[in-house]
């Protein structure tokens, strides 16, 4: 049962311009959510995370959004750069359940020039 | 560099083998979480432990077991392996301060072909 889904496997965008990538969720009780970035034969790399008390969470160029009454989660890049080509990974934890993040089955951005 | 390290980086056996994957997590972190990636799948939680103990528990199969040592290092013990148990194997850390929002940093990862 997939409770973090992104519907996108793929997606490409030039570079300078936005990227965003999306993802939902079904479990009311997830409370902490998180993007990882992925390179291949590298483990996931940790970009941005966000509480669900928040609605919104910037890095650099990295903006995540959360509505909740949606279940939806969205990540923003801008602008975007050929090294932001990757598989990112949307992921979500219930506070009670031992933090145990469950993933979403990734997009893989392409950036190009 | 993430800080969590992974041994071996690559691991090729036979169905039917036991396996020993091994982690040793950053420097100051007492939770140790493992996740499996299979082909076409996102990663899923295996086992959690915190300091010794066994926290939490996703789809670990029977057939894998897992424990975390004095020193915090972790082992994922994989037996009678299966083809269908080829996949990436992921070892990840966190501090686990008891807060809400807590990052796990993940290693390189061991990647088990199952022939």
């Known amino acids: 049962d997939q409770q973090v889904k992104q519907n996108s496997p793929s997606l490409s965008v030039q570079e300078g311009r936005i990227s965003i990538l999306n993802c939902d969720y079904t479990?009311?009780?997830?409370?902490?959510f998180l993007w990882y970035k992925k390179y291949p034969a590298e483990g996931p790399t940790f970009l941005i995370s966000?509480?669900?008390?928040?609605d919104k969470n910037e890095d650099g160029r990295f903006t995540v959004f959360l509505n909740k009454s949606a279940k939806h989660l969205s990540l923003h890049i801008v602008p975007s750069q050929p090294g932001d080509s990757a598989v990112y990974f949307c992921?979500?934890?219930?506070?009670?359940?031992?933090?145990?993040?469950?993933f979403g089955k990734g997009t893989s951005l392409l950036v190009t020039p | 560099d993430s800080g969590v390290t992974q041994t071996p980086k690559h691991l090729i056996t036979a169905t039917g083998q036991r396996v020993t994957l091994r982690c040793s997590p950053r420097?100051?972190?007492?939770?140790v979480y493992w996740y499996q990636q299979s082909l076409d799948q996102g990663l899923q939680f295996l086992i959690q432990?915190?300091?010794?103990?066994?926290?939490a528990k996703g789809n670990i199969l029977e057939r894998f077991s897992a424990q975390q040592f004095p020193d915090l290092h972790s082992e994922l013990n994989l037996s009678s392996l299966e083809l269908g148990d080829s996949a990436l194997y992921f070892c990840?850390?966190?501090?686990?301060?008891?807060?809400?929002?807590?990052?796990?940093?993940f290693g390189p990862g061991t990647r088990l072909l199952v022939l």
């Open positions: 479990n009311s009780m997830f409370d902490y």
């Open positions: 966000i509480s669900s008390i928040k």
């Open positions: 420097s100051g972190d007492l939770s």
């Open positions: 992921a979500a934890s219930e506070n009670w359940a031992g933090y145990a993040l469950n």
């Open positions: 432990y915190y300091n010794g103990e066994e926290r």
């Open positions: 990840a850390s966190s501090v686990e301060s008891r807060s809400t929002g807590e990052t796990q940093y």
